[in-house]
């Protein structure tokens, strides 16, 4: 569309231009002499000279022109390329017709010596004479509302270029699918570019495309980061994920959920009519400029089929340690553990708990200018590509695992191991052996807490000496919500209510809490009347000390282990939740809900 609208500008442009050269070159050619007996200070040359190689304004107009003819050959050329092979007309007969002519010619008008607006002229002519084939060719292999360069297509352009300058025209050009939500839908998945764009066509005939774009809008407006969709024999309910706690949406008809589904399923490349088999993919859907993954996962279920639709934006992911919440002095601490030569470092979390965030921010804080950073990932379950880190892969389908390609990476000796799926204890114990030679491990495991953490991997049967002698520290994450700062409420707390978090009398002189539904006069708009607006990280930062290396050890023990941090005045994660409820920043009670 935007190179074909160039085209009309450019020819509009090259008919305004063209129309007038006697005009342009007049301004350019002197005037006639008064006598025939007094020749021109040049010889007689002047006109002539003027006349090939004028200055002025016309010596701007026509160069400038031919540049714009080429700009738009280019941009043309591009569309006819893209557009043949997505229609299947035939790209490479297409290419080679529409960009020699046009090439050919442009260098012969180089050389050869004619009057400047014979050139863009010539070329304006070669251009059309190569484009419209194809258009007429394109036109008749197309819908009637893909058609381009026709009375409906002009109607569209002019209806746009109106729209952007604040004025509102109707068009006919309008496809169903381009009705409703300003969405655009896109289908992944296929493994296959002209798969994808079947499956995409196919979709947009089918009335639920639009509800599709519906839901993408109902999700971002309510900062859903997960929709669930229950299909019952009568109806489909809907729930959203909103900052890790689920609340009820508008239940749909069973009719109209039947018809959004198979489009999700076709768009994301799974079987629609399939309604009892598990089946995971995904497509891509942007809206007010940005632009979202939406992996999809469907479930037959004894009433029905359960889907959960997911909104993923790497954009707005934290990717430094303050954007995640982490104090200042915990990030000199985990910083430093980052930079150290040796070690083996593990990030926890629960499952669901931004462990794959957490890593991210904490790799794109570290110096990996200085340092070989490798990543060792599984094939099919590829991470988030983080500057200067060089990812190897095995093939778990082929019975590989990341001990099937650490030898071979040993001999090129990097500085620092990223593997974030630790699956057997021979992989583990083949990267313990790399610590005592000086490398650092950067691995992770989900636990309940950091403690947990370290047992985990002892559950994994990897030698118990070695690993208590290399682990260095465990960085533990909870997510919990954040107050809106535009309805939270202050309260006077009772003493006994500080006295049991430790906070000492008149340290503070007020907590925060969620309104209560009798003092809302007016519904928060901030955070639709939800109370939070947004989530922030509770960190717990284990420092492994010898007494703890003692115990995993000999006697490895959760109430030793936790007893062992006490006595190393190592802040526990309820200590570091505290502080954020002193804070203002979130709630004794969200506090509560996200340590039970």
């Not at 990341?402 to 021979?426: C, E, F, G, H, K």
Request: charged residues 20%; positive net charge; aromatic residues 8%.
């Amino acid at each position: 569309m935007r190179q074909l609208l160039f085209l009309a500008i450019t020819l509009a442009a090259s008919a305004a231009a063209l129309a007038t050269p006697a005009i342009a070159y007049a301004q350019d050619v002197p005037p006639p002499q008064a006598t025939a007996s007094e020749p021109p200070a040049d010889g007689g040359m002047g006109v002539m000279r003027n006349a090939t190689h004028p200055s002025g304004p016309a010596g701007a107009v026509f160069p400038a022109l031919a540049i714009v003819l080429f700009l738009s050959w280019v941009a043309i050329g591009d569309w006819v390329n893209r557009d043949a092979q997505i229609f299947e007309i035939g790209y490479k007969q297409w290419n080679p017709a529409v960009f020699f002519p046009f090439a050919v010619a442009g260098l012969a008008l180089f050389f050869l010596p004619v009057p400047p607006w014979v050139r863009p002229l010539a070329l304006l002519v070669v251009m059309m004479a190569s484009f419209i084939p194809y258009f007429v060719v394109h036109n008749r292999h197309v819908m009637p509302h893909q058609t381009v360069l026709t009375g409906s297509w002009w109607r569209h352009v002019f209806a746009s270029l109106a729209g952007k300058a604040g004025l509102k025209v109707s068009s006919e050009r309008k496809a169903d699918y381009e009705k409703g939500a300003p969405v655009d839908l896109y289908a992944l998945g296929a493994g296959d570019a002209n798969a994808d764009n079947a499956n995409l066509l196919i979709a947009r005939q089918s009335p639920g495309y639009l509800l599709v774009k519906d839901l993408v809008v109902e999700m971002v407006r309510r900062r859903s980061d997960r929709a669930l969709l229950e299909y019952g024999p009568q109806a489909v309910t809907l729930r959203h994920e909103i900052d890790g706690v689920w609340h009820n949406g508008d239940a749909r008809d069973r009719e109209s959920g039947d018809v959004m589904l198979a489009v999700m399923k076709t768009l994301a490349n799974l079987d629609p009519k399939d309604r009892r088999k598990k089946q995971s993919g995904r497509f891509a859907a942007q809206y007010e400029g940005a632009k979202y993954m939406m992996p999809l996962t469907t479930q037959g279920v004894a009433n029905g089929e359960r889907v959960v639709l997911g909104r993923l934006n790497d954009k707005q992911k934290p990717h430094t340690y303050e954007s995640l919440g982490m104090r200042e002095a915990l990030r000199e601490q985990w910083a430093e553990f980052m930079h150290r030569d040796r070690g083996f470092v593990i990030f926890s979390t629960l499952p669901g708990g931004g462990l794959t965030t957490l890593i991210n921010a904490s790799l794109e804080e570290t110096d990996r200018l200085m340092r070989d950073f490798f990543s060792i990932e599984e094939v099919q379950h590829r991470e988030h590509e983080i500057q200067n880190i060089t990812v190897h892969t095995y093939d778990a389908s082929k019975g590989q695992t990341p001990a099937s390609i650490i030898p071979a990476l040993v001999r090129l000796y990097p500085n620092v191991y990223v593997i974030r799926d630790m699956v057997d204890a021979q992989s583990c114990t083949l990267l313990m052996n790399e610590v005592d030679d000086g490398r650092l491990i950067v691995t992770s495991i989900h636990a309940r807490e950091s403690a947990e953490a370290l047992l985990r991997f002892l559950q994994m049967k990897v030698p118990q000496k070695q690993f208590a002698s290399v682990v260095t520290g465990v960085l533990y994450q909870r997510l919990i919500r954040k107050l809106c700062p535009d309805c939270k409420v202050g309260y006077a707390p009772p003493a006994d209510v500080l006295k049991k978090l430790g906070i000492p009398p008149g340290k503070v002189q007020q907590l925060y809490r969620p309104p209560k539904p009798e003092e809302i006069e007016k519904p928060c708009q901030t955070c639709q009347q939800i109370g939070y607006l947004g989530r922030t990280g509770i960190f717990e930062l284990l420092t492994v000390t010898d007494q703890m290396r003692e115990i995993l050890a000999k006697q490895p023990s959760l109430d030793l282990l936790k007893r062992a941090a006490r006595a190393d005045n190592q802040r526990s994660l309820q200590e570091e939740g505290i502080l954020l409820v002193a804070k203002g920043i979130t709630s004794l009670q969200e506090l509560q809900r996200v340590l039970k």
